[in-house]
T-cell receptor, first 115, second 113 residues
Framework: AQKVTQAQTEISVVEKEDVTLDCVYETRDTTYYLFWYKQPPSGELVFLIRRNSFDEQNEISGRYSWNFQKSTSSFNFTITASQVVDSAVYFC????????????FGGGTRLMVKP | KAGVTQTPRYLIKTRGQQVTLSCSPI?????VSWYQQTPGQGLQFLFE???????NKGNFPGRFSGRQFSNSRSEMNVSTLELGDSALYLCASRGTSGSYEQYFGPGTRLTVT
């Protein structure tokens, strides 16, 4: 069975601080896919990134960066120089070839960035 | 390309009634998945449709059903509504094989009174 754990339920930072959102996953499959989604107050889940299990290269996109470590089954997300617009709930999710399109989500981390 | 659209955005129903929610995927996407989001249970997978066939189903009672039309639009139906069915229902569409990204719509917020 798959499982995604986001231990931080809520994080509060002041604007311009860096913040890291943790994600730990469990799966028995050797081929799997990890995702991060952002959910602003409007409710829509916004796709941020997908990482394949066979590609451990870290990725940076502007102020966002992701650290994928298979050895610790973690896929952490860092926002550099946070902004108020980053305030949202962030979800980490997992699927594999057997699960098809079924995403298993973590519980989410609510990030509040204060001015 | 237009994104995933869901109608209606908000709905209030009474216990025992039934409800139908609609989802139009991104043009060209043939896979549609439905998720239920509640404060207590988080985001849970309901089912997935591809080319008008249900391909996968989550652990929900038979009161939850869905279908997909030839134009890939999908509907989900909940019969005999219970208070616990109050939730945000999210629809997601996925593109070609090999691309695992799912793109979500704005959701339908269902309140059962």
């Amino acid at each position: 069975a798959q499982k995604v754990t986001q231990a931080q339920t809520e994080i509060s930072v002041v604007e311009k601080e860096d913040v890291t959102l943790d994600c730990v996953y469990e799966t028995r499959d050797t081929t799997y896919y990890l995702f991060w989604y952002k959910q602003p107050p409007s409710g829509e889940l916004v796709f941020l990134i997908r990482r394949n299990s066979f590609d451990e290269q870290n990725e940076i996109s502007g102020r966002y960066s992701w650290n994928f470590q298979k050895s610790t089954s973690s896929f952490n997300f860092t926002i550099t120089a946070s902004q108020v617009v980053d305030s949202a709930v962030y979800f980490c999710a997992l699927t594999d070839d057997n699960a098809g399109n079924m995403l298993t989500f973590g519980g989410g981390t609510r990030l509040m960035v204060k001015p | 390309k237009a994104g995933v659209t869901q109608t209606p955005r908000y709905l209030i129903k009474t216990r025992g009634q039934q409800v139908t929610l609609s989802c139009s995927p991104i043009s060209g996407h043939r896979s549609v998945s439905w998720y239920q989001q509640t404060p207590g249970q988080g985001l849970q997978f309901l089912f997935e449709y591809f080319s008008e066939t249900q391909r996968n189903k989550g652990n929900f009672p038979g009161r939850f059903s869905g279908r997909q039309f030839s134009n890939s639009r999908s509907e989900m139906n909940v019969s005999t509504l219970e208070l616990g069915d109050s939730a945000l229902y999210l629809c997601a569409s996925r593109g070609t094989s090999g691309s695992y990204e799912q793109y979500f719509g704005p959701g339908t917020r269902l309140t059962v009174t």
